[in-house]
Nanobody, 123 residues
Framework: EVQLVESGGGLAQPGGSLTLSCAASGFTFASISITWVRQAPGKALEWVGVINPHGDRTSYADSVQGRFTIPRDNYQNTVYLQLNSLKTEETAMYYC????????????????WGQGTQVTVSS
């Protein structure tokens, strides 16, 4: 059974940082790209970025380029989302999704999703 479990969310101040984790199981992790998606309250799903299986290629939404980073550890079957210089409007539920999705947010019927982790950016 495919499982993705996000963690690391919480409260951050504007300009602050958080690191989210996505622990995966039930598939050959090192062969699969992982995508991050977020959903702010009352808004549509938004694609954040994606990392390839080897971890040497990443792509990011323009809105987070230069502030967010997606590394992965294939020995620990974990992908991370490092969020820096956070903005209040980035308060959202953050999800990791199994598979390669580029520059669009998949629907929850596409791929396998974790349950999400809440990030709140507030002073």
């Amino acid at each position: 059974e495919v499982q993705l479990v996000e963690s690391g969310g919480g409260l951050a101040q504007p300009g602050g940082s958080l690191t989210l984790s996505c622990a995966a199981s039930g598939f050959t992790f090192a062969s699969i790209s992982i995508t991050w998606v977020r959903q702010a309250p009352g808004k549509a799903l938004e694609w954040v970025g994606v990392i390839n299986p080897h971890g040497d290629r990443t792509s990011y939404a323009d809105s987070v380029q230069g502030r967010f980073t997606i590394p992965r550890d294939n020995y620990q079957n974990t992908v991370y989302l490092q969020l820096n210089s956070l903005k209040t409007e980035e308060t959202a539920m953050y999800y990791c999704v199994k598979g390669y999705f580029y520059n669009y947010a998949p629907s929850k019927a596409e791929g396998d999703w974790g349950q999400g982790t809440q990030v709140t950016v507030s002073s």
